[in-house]
C-alpha cells in the first residue's frame, strides 16, 4: 500500500507559479512512476506530467510543455510538479498518483489532491 499526500496549491494570478509536492509513504519504491493528474468540473482526468522511478523518463501533455516541469527527489519520497506561466486554463484540482512501471498507463495509488485557482 502507497499513500500520496499533494501539497501547494492555492490561488495566484494568471503568469504566477507554484510547486505541487507530493510526499509518497508506505511501500513507496523507486520503480514506481508518478504522474499528476488535474480534474475540473464535468470533465476527465488529464495526465498533464509523468516521471519514471529513476527519474529518467518523463511525459508532459501538449498543454503544459515548456511551463510544467516534474521532477522527484527519492531520497525524500518526493514528486514535485513546478508549474510556470499559469493560465486561468490550468485552474483544476490536481492529483498525484503512482504505479508500477512506466509513466504512461493506468495508475494504481492516488491522492485526495489540492486545489489550483489561476485568476486572470
Known amino acids: 500500500q502507497v499513500q500520496l499526500v499533494e501539497s501547494g496549491g492555492g490561488l495566484v494570478q494568471a503568469g504566477d507559479s507554484l510547486r505541487l509536492s507530493c510526499a509518497a509513504s508506505g511501500r513507496a519504491s523507486s520503480y514506481y512512476s508518478t504522474g499528476w493528474f488535474r480534474q475540473t468540473p464535468g470533465k476527465e482526468r488529464e495526465l498533464v506530467a509523468g516521471i519514471s522511478g529513476n527519474g529518467i523518463i518523463t511525459y508532459y501533455a501538449d498543454s503544459v510543455r515548456g511551463r510544467f516541469t516534474i521532477s522527484r527527489d527519492n531520497a525524500k519520497n518526493t514528486v514535485y510538479l513546478q508549474m510556470n506561466s499559469l493560465k486561468p486554463e490550468d485552474t483544476a484540482r490536481y492529483y498525484c498518483?503512482?504505479?508500477?512501471?512506466?509513466?504512461?498507463?493506468?495508475?494504481?495509488?492516488w491522492g485526495q489532491g489540492t486545489q489550483v485557482t489561476v485568476d486572470s
Open positions: 498518483a503512482t504505479k508500477y512501471g512506466p509513466p504512461r498507463g493506468e495508475y494504481t495509488y
